[in-house]
């Protein structure tokens, strides 16, 4: 349901497969800063698939300030007067939100198949006739770059997944408890399976499976923790185990005890999540602990639940903090060194976004965001006066 100047407009109509010469194709693309991106590789898409008619780009501008939308009015005014290109932007989002800015940027689109995009993909030459080809084969399926011969080692074109609009929406989209970066393409193909969409990887042709090369950085920037983050914290309890806790500028924190997979012996039997989490290196040993932090003068005060657990004093001349509990006294050092950060912050996004997956497979979830999902008001090819209600 759209609501378009007060007026309530319901879709999602049923495709008759029979009926069409062609399924109508969405690529779905969100960008948020990331125009050194897109305005490489949206005029090669565009051209690479002019030869397949019934195809619409729809391009979010999730509020970015990097002259996205200038660029848009400036180069891509051609495609936009014939509707291959829609541009939509939403003024709302601070930060990056990867799950929900793509359920918008698909609630947006109108094609019987959608396929997510990236800002920093190429769809390679021919890519909408080889959707419609497969699709028109089996209308059964999904197909997804995931463990796809070609695809593997390229990170950056696992969020290809091209899926029935219809498909899309009977599972409530990508999860939206996934703010940040990983995984959140994983879930959505594993609940997809479970409802009864089989699998389909896509076939090892180098160009459908090209990307801009970038750093680890540019992956995170737009993140809330990447820019909230004050400080990273770090006491080493052991060669294979360390307490983390990251303190944000808005007062809060979140904690956590990191292990190495290869070396960590369990005190007790594994729970069903520590088994899923046992196919990678690096694991959180039990969850994000959440609450509250105070700076004073000698020191930091961490509070849980309202209630002071741990007071954490500097020492000027370790520079480190200090804490004792009982009879134990712990050393926190700050974290300086940006590269070990930025993967610390990764390491955070998608260890947290893999619980929310295993959760999600152990109790065989197939829909999620019950209560709706990309919701937010957009505004269609720069028309500011008429605010459109998702």
């Not at 090369?213 to 983050?229: G, P, T």
């Not at 006491?235 to 005890?257: A, E, H, Q, W």
């Not at 370790?318 to 712990?330: A, G, H, I, M």
């Amino acid at each position: 349901m759209i609501c378009l100047a007060g007026i309530i407009v319901h879709w999602l109509p049923e495709i008759n497969v029979t009926s069409l010469t062609m399924y109508k194709i969405s690529f779905c693309t969100v960008c948020m800063n990331r125009l050194s991106y897109l305005e490489q590789t949206l005029p090669v898409n565009l051209i690479d698939n002019q030869d397949y008619e019934n195809l619409e780009f729809i391009l979010l501008d999730y509020n970015s300030f990097d002259g996205l939308e200038s660029w848009v009015r400036e180069h891509m005014q051609a495609y936009l007067e014939t509707g291959k290109l829609i541009y939509y932007k939403t003024t709302t989002p601070v930060h990056f939100n990867r799950s929900h800015s793509k359920n918008l940027v698909h609630k947006l689109a109108t094609g019987d198949l959608v396929c997510n995009i990236d800002a920093d993909n190429y769809t390679g030459k021919g890519f909408a006739a080889y959707l419609n080809r497969e699709f028109k084969n089996d209308d059964s399926i999904f197909l997804t770059a995931i463990d796809a011969s070609g695809a593997r080692e390229k990170c950056d074109v696992l969020g290809r997944i091209c899926v029935k609009r219809t498909d899309f929406h009977n599972i409530g989209g990508y999860d939206e408890r996934m703010t940040s970066y990983g995984f959140d393409d994983y879930d959505l193909a594993n609940r997809l399976e479970l409802n009864n969409v089989s699998r389909k990887l896509m076939e090892s042709n180098p160009a459908y499976f090209d990307a801009i090369s970038h750093s680890q950085a540019e992956r995170i920037n737009n993140d809330a923790v990447f820019i909230n983050l004050k400080a990273l914290l770090v006491n080493y309890l052991s060669p294979c185990s360390s307490d983390f806790v990251m303190l944000f500028t808005d007062g809060t924190f979140k904690r956590g005890i990191v292990i190495d997979i290869e070396t960590y012996k369990f005190d007790r039997p594994l729970t069903e999540i520590q088994k899923a989490e046992m196919k990678f290196r690096f694991s959180l040993k039990d969850f994000w602990q959440e609450g509250r932090w105070q700076e004073h003068d000698s020191h930091i005060s961490l509070y849980l639940r309202e209630f002071l657990v741990q007071k954490l004093y500097f020492d000027q001349t370790k520079k480190c903090f200090l804490s004792q509990v009982e009879d134990t006294t712990s050393t926190f050092y700050q974290i300086v060194n940006q590269d070990f950060i930025e993967r610390f912050i990764m390491f955070y996004s998608q260890s947290t976004n893999r619980i929310i997956m295993a959760q999600n497979v152990l109790e065989k979830r197939t829909i999620v965001n019950r209560s709706g999902f990309g919701k937010d008001v957009v505004y269609k090819n720069f028309d500011y006066q008429t605010p459109i209600t998702v």
